[in-house]
Every structure is written in C-alpha cells, then in structure tokens.
C-alpha cells in the first residue's frame, strides 16, 4: 500500500508541495503547524516568538471581521486547522449560534494554558541557549552589517 504522507519530505519552494505537506500531515505532526504568535510580554519571557495554540489559551483575533476581540481558545480542530473561540459566534438562519472558526495564524497568545507539565517543558526547552545576553557592540555591528550596501570588489573587475 502506498504512503500519502512522506516522512523524509524536508522542505520546498514550490507552493503546491507546501499546501500538500500540511494536508498529507497525520494529525500528531498538524498540531505543530497550528502555532500562533506569542504577546511581546510573553515573547520576553520565554524567548521564543511562537508556540502551538491549545484549548484553555487565552487570544486576541489579528486579522479578518473579528480583528481586536479576545477570547479563550474552546476547540482546536486539527483535520480542518481551525480555532474556536468563546464569545466569537455566528448567527445561523434558524437563529442559534454557532463558534467562527479562526485560523490559528491570524491569533496572538496573549496568555497561555500551562496545567499541561509537558507544554511547561516544551516552553521551558532551549532558553538557557536563547536568553544568553548579546554585547550591544555585536549587536551594533550586525545591524551595520544588514544595513550595508553590497560593493563590487576589485577580483569581480579583473
């Protein structure tokens, strides 16, 4: 029987094989592309700038009809990589209401859910590396150096 899913599939460029990575995915792996941006508080303190959403996440929505309104994370519906989020609903015809389903990048985690002890370890992983404080004289001239216009050298003339 044929694998639909590639275990060895590293990267890409081409749109189409990106789109077609994330719907082969199995489940266990599509909860890690359901990530969103951390608060810049939150970004401070644990030094990573994005982390996957979980249900008991508190979020503010950043794009789309429902921009600038916050909400708990209800549901988090990994085939259709959607979030629902309490106080964010759809009128149906019939007149009840339904939860809006939101895209998980177009959030920002303005709290987390951290009862998990094994989130609070994937949180806690790789800081020791990333708080490590940087001279602000290499922080001056790697700045310089992204500002830095590229030169023809004299070997590219000869």
């Not at 592309?33 to 503010?60: E, M, Q, W």
């Not at 007149?95 to 809006?100: A, F, M, T, V």
């Not at 985690?109 to 370890?121: A, E, F, T, V, Y």
């Not at 290499?138 to 004299?154: G, I």
């Amino acid at each position: 029987m044929k694998q639909t899913f590639s275990t060895a599939w590293n990267a890409s460029r081409q749109p189409r094989k990106q789109r077609k990575y994330r719907y082969e995915a199995p489940l266990h792996l599509r909860h890690r592309l359901l990530s969103a941006h951390l608060s810049k508080d939150l970004r401070t303190k644990h030094a990573r700038r994005s982390f996957p959403v979980i249900k008991g996440d508190k979020v503010k929505v950043m794009r789309g009809q429902y921009a600038g309104k916050e909400g708990k994370v209800e549901r988090v519906d990994l085939k259709e990589s959607k979030v629902f989020l309490t106080g964010i609903e759809r009128l149906k015809k019939d007149g009840s209401k339904s939860l809006y389903p939101i895209t998980a990048s177009n959030v920002l985690i303005m709290d987390l859910n951290l009862s998990d002890q094994r989130r609070k370890g994937a949180l806690s992983r790789g800081t020791s590396t990333k708080n490590k404080q940087v001279p602000s004289t290499m922080q001056s001239t790697a700045q310089n150096a992204h500002e830095a216009k590229p030169t023809v050298t004299s070997k590219l003339r000869s």
